[in-house]
């Protein structure tokens, strides 16, 4: 009984050869050690030069950026000093209007009507702006927003602010004026009265 033959594959096989793939600074130390010391040299100076390049790059692009900042700061302040000009020229313009108003036609009442109105113009104005009066009289004396220019007898406790001499405000909760005011130094004006009388008898 004869044999069975086996079948041979006709599909060639693989004989690829195998391919190692070597990682960039695999490749840069391999050249690295081929190179001779003049070429490292130079290899170094253009590393670095590349390297003193984009830093200046950057520096010129930090400095771009920073021009850029200042000018568009500049441009918000000035846009918005010429806003507040515009609605205080608009004030302006009606306090003319009732300066120049006819006074035969004009009485006292209607006259401080309009003084009113103005006046109510300008704190709309500054209440835009974020701009609003320190309350200072019959309050504590307090040295963050009070300036004290004088104490003064009165009925009042000690360090109270009995009269205010000159407004003061807060814009967008910073002060940029303190209110000058009068304090009570504690003492009755009665009190003074019999003490002056007092000294001036003694003397």
Known sequence: ??????????????????????????????????MTSKEKIYL???EIAEIMDQK???VAEFENFR????????????????RLVLEICDVR????R???????????????EGVDLIFQQLEDV?????????????????????????HIPSHEKENIVIAV??????????MIRPVRVAVSNGEKPVELDKRVKKENENK
């Open 165 to 174: 001499i000159q407004n003061g405000y807060i814009m967008k909760n910073k």
């Open 98 to 112: 009732a300066l120049h108003a006819d006074n035969e036609k004009s009485d006292a009442n209607s006259l401080r």
């Open 1 to 34: 009984m004869a044999g069975k033959k086996k079948k041979v594959s006709s599909k060639p096989q693989d004989t690829k050869p195998e391919i190692k793939v070597e990682s960039k600074e695999q490749e840069k130390k391999e050249t690295s050690r081929r």
């Open 56 to 58: 200046l790059r950057i």
């Open 44 to 46: 170094l100076q253009h």
């Open 67 to 82: 021009r850029r900042n200042l000018i568009e700061k500049a441009n918000w302040i000035k846009n918005a000093t010429e």
């Open 126 to 150: 500054l209440k835009k702006e974020g701009v609003s009066k320190i309350n200072a009289l019959g309050q504590k004396f307090d040295p963050n927003y009070h300036d004290a220019l004088a």
């Open 93 to 96: 313009d009606n306090f003319e």
